[in-house]
């Protein structure tokens, strides 16, 4: 009497290692072996969490407010402490208003706007900057004019005369970074997410991306599981910051 189980048995493990046969002929490797693959590679690599994510936007048909208020979570729950927002097509600055009461209402966080308060809660969780285009060198320039000239006006004369500051204000990188960062909350993003398939930066403040690391993605990773997949690629980066 012929044993059926066993024909069974051996027919399947005759055609997995036919398909393994012709997958290492062509140069494919079984979706199980990817798995393993990607595992044991994730476990010499520790995972390193960005404490300023920003998201650049580079085409106006990705932005969702339900995403944008999806990622705000997500970041939460990832242990990310700011997130920036740079919308240069004035879609999130016009919804500002919906994502402040989620602000109050589901996440804690605060909210800035172009550099202005909108809403602060005593246990945040998050910082959510919302940035335009005017953040921009447009920023950068007012930062200058603020920390390096002041400005006079004479009663006798109705001009504006610009003197120079003292020798002990000269220009430098870190008083340029704290005059941004005091008047308009822009610091540097550990990791910037290019949202689109436009490769541009689309005008995002220059001067907070020396040691960015960038990531461009076709849409925004709003679930916890897509924005762990974007902080592993950060966490295999090789960050030398200069050196």
Known sequence: MLDV????VAAVRAVYWLVMLVCN??????????????????????????????VCFTESRLIDLTEVIQIMDSCVAAGIRQLSLYDPFGE??????????????????DLFCDGKRLHSS???????????????K???VEACKMKFFS??????????????CREEDEITVDRVSKTLEDKFHLSDPDFLLQVGNVPTLCGYPPWNLRI??????????????????????FSQRDIRVGK
């Open 5 to 8: 189980a066993g024909i069974c």
């Open 25 to 54: 002929f062509l140069g494919y490797s079984p979706l199980w072996a990817q798995i393993a693959m990607k595992n044991r590679k994730m476990e010499n690599v520790k995972i390193r969490i960005p404490a300023h994510l920003a």
């Open 92 to 109: 999130l600055v016009s919804q500002i208003g919906q994502i402040e009461q989620a602000c109050r209402l589901f996440t804690r966080a």
């Open 122 to 136: 005593g246990l945040t969780n998050l910082q959510v900057n919302v940035l335009s285009r005017k953040m921009g």
């Open 138 to 140: 447009s920023a950068l």
């Open 151 to 164: 400005k006079r006006h004479t009663a006798h004369k109705s001009i504006l005369c610009f003197q120079l």
């Open 212 to 233: 960015t690391e960038f990531l461009q993605t076709p849409r925004l990773p709003c679930s916890r599981r897509a924005l762990d997949c974007c902080v592993e690629a």
